[in-house]
């Protein structure tokens, strides 16, 4: 199974480290890191097993990107990714993305980060995993960057 994985610490209590992942993931997503024609205005997560998992744009469009798989507040998150290798939605691709929260004190939490099943890309799987690599990081520092801030 060809995967990617990250870990990172985020100075915020577990509850916040799930909500702002959730919840508030248009606060931290790039903006440039979007599929619809129109600019980025939110992303959004369904709360519950098969929620949509779609972006919004700032003319009110909306485009899919996957569903919840599995809905486990404020421990896990699985989501499947639907964007095939020109992100673009397709129903009939699932990559998944695996998140997890755990509590290591009163205002820390660790988050460890997968995205599995990238073998199902076919030939463009290797190239993906470098590209998205290097992204899910950029992505998941600004994700631990808004959720230290919110403390504030």
């Not at 992942?21 to 024609?37: L, Q, R, S, V």
């Not at 980025?40 to 469009?61: A, F, Q």
């Given at each position: 199974?060809?995967?990617?994985?990250?870990?990172?610490?985020?100075?915020?209590?577990?509850?916040?480290?799930?909500?702002?992942?959730?919840?508030?993931?248009?606060?931290?997503?790039?903006?440039?890191?979007?599929?619809?024609?129109?600019?980025?205005?939110?992303?959004?997560?369904?709360?519950?097993?098969?929620?949509?998992?779609?972006?919004?744009?700032?003319?009110?469009?909306?485009?899919?990107?996957?569903?919840?798989?599995?809905?486990?507040?404020?421990?896990?998150?699985?989501l499947a990714w639907q964007l095939n290798e020109g992100f673009q939605y397709d129903p009939a691709l699932v990559t998944e993305v695996e998140v997890t929260f755990t509590l290591l004190g009163p205002k820390q939490t660790r988050v460890d980060f997968e995205h599995r099943n990238l073998e199902r890309f076919g030939e463009a799987a290797e190239r993906l995993r470098g590209l998205m690599g290097d992204g899910w990081g950029q992505i998941l520092e600004s994700y631990k960057q808004t959720a230290v801030a919110e403390a504030a």
């Open positions: 199974m060809m995967s990617i994985r990250k870990q990172l610490t985020v100075e915020a209590p577990l509850d916040r480290a799930f909500r702002v992942f959730t919840a508030n993931m248009g606060a931290w997503w790039p903006k440039e890191h979007h599929i619809g024609k129109a600019a980025l205005k939110d992303c959004v997560i369904e709360p519950k097993v098969n929620g949509r998992w779609y972006e919004r744009g700032e003319d009110g469009s909306e485009c899919d990107w996957g569903k919840v798989l599995e809905w486990d507040p404020p421990r896990r998150l699985v």
